[in-house]
Nanobody, 113 residues
């Protein structure tokens, strides 16, 4: 069974930074494209950032220039570095194997003064 475990969320002030981690087990991680999603209360879940198995990346417009997705295949881990955080970034963040049924449990990110 494939399992994705997230960590790194928390409470941060506007302008601050967090780094989220998602570690996979039970699959061949290096073969998978990965994505980070977020869901704020009352809103649809949206794709924030994605990375292919070859390292190509893309981002939703609202986080371009502030967030960076990366992966370390030796550690079976994908990261989301989040800088210059805004209150609008507050959400539960989930990692996912792209185009699959496999999701992490979610980690809460709260940006508030």
């Amino acid at each position: 069974q494939i399992q994705l475990v997230e960590s790194g969320g928390g409470l941060v002030q506007p302008g601050g930074s967090l780094r989220l981690s998602c570690t996979a087990s039970g699959g061949i991680f290096s073969l998978y494209a990965m994505g980070w999603y977020r869901q704020a209360p009352g809103k649809q879940r949206e794709l924030v950032a994605a990375i292919t198995r070859g390292g190509n990346t893309n981002y939703v417009d609202s986080v371009k220039g502030r967030f960076t997705i990366s992966r370390d295949n030796a550690k079976n881990t994908v990261y989301l570095q989040m800088n210059s955080l805004k209150p609008e970034d507050t959400a539960v963040y989930y990692c996912r194997i792209s185009n699959s049924i496999y999701w992490g449990q979610g980690t809460q990110v709260t940006v508030s003064a």
